[in-house]
């Protein structure tokens, strides 16, 4: 019963490819993230979405695409891999204010992107 | 601008000694500061947050809106405290983060 899964865990593919990293949430919360860590373990926010909606859109290459078929949902495309892609992608939730836990954000375990 | 800055990379001490971890952050409006921990294969999860006031595992974070900062301490360091630390900022409805600092702890 984890609460925010992540599929897949791991995923090698080559430039140029499209690739999809799934995510999905049973905490009953409204807002969801994409960050990315990169190799000197930086977290970045590439987007947040609140209810379904478009929140927050940081300036990631369009060939990222953001989709939420349900709150419960947050699913990230990439087009046209490129090797600076490489890294781990960590998707989050969090309960909207003014619940006492809005702000608080619980992770996936991260799905480690490799492309080659 | 908005940022948070951990200056430490990396934090190596002895067990028993006391650990702090530094955070400094630059937002315009009213702070709103976390503590984040990834221990080895392990998902990153909340350490603390500053309205809570609450010291978990030992450690306690005070922010000081005059320095702005937020150090993360705790007075004796234990080895299961090695970690990966993240400082965070709550800026609209995200967080951004740190750099994050390494804590090392051997006996």
């Known amino acids: 019963d984890t609460a925010v899964s992540q599929t897949p865990k791991y995923l090698v593919t080559q430039m140029g490819n499209d690739k999809s990293i799934k995510c999905e949430q049973n905490l009953g919360h409204d807002t969801m993230y994409w960050y990315k860590q990169d190799s000197k373990k930086f977290l970045k926010i590439m987007f947040s979405?609140?209810?379904?909606?478009?929140?927050i859109n940081e300036t990631v290459p369009n060939r990222f695409s953001p989709k939420s078929p349900d709150k419960a949902h947050l699913n990230l495309h990439i087009n046209s891999l490129e090797l600076g892609d490489s890294a781990v992608y960590f998707c989050?939730?969090?309960?909207?204010?003014?619940?006492?836990?809005?702000?608080?954000?619980?992770f996936g375990a991260g799905s480690r992107l490799t492309v080659l | 601008a908005q940022r948070v800055t951990q200056p430490e990379k990396l934090l190596s001490v002895f067990k028993g000694a006391p650990v702090e971890l530094k955070c400094n952050y630059s937002?315009?409006?009213?702070?709103?500061l976390f503590w984040y921990v990834q221990y080895s294969r392990q998902r990153l999860q909340l350490l603390l947050r500053?309205?809570s006031r609450e010291s978990i595992k030992g450690f306690t974070a005070d922010l000081n809106k005059g320095e702005t900062s937020f150090h993360l301490k705790k007075p004796f360091a234990q080895e299961e405290d090695s970690a990966m630390y993240y400082c965070a900022l709550r800026t609209g409805t995200a967080l951004i983060f740190g750099k994050g600092t390494t804590l090392s702890v051997s006996s």
């Open positions: 937002y315009s409006g009213s702070p709103e």
């Open positions: 500053h309205i």
């Open positions: 989050a939730s969090s309960p909207r204010e003014p619940s006492t836990g809005a702000n608080v954000l619980t």
């Open positions: 979405y609140n209810n379904k909606e478009l929140i």
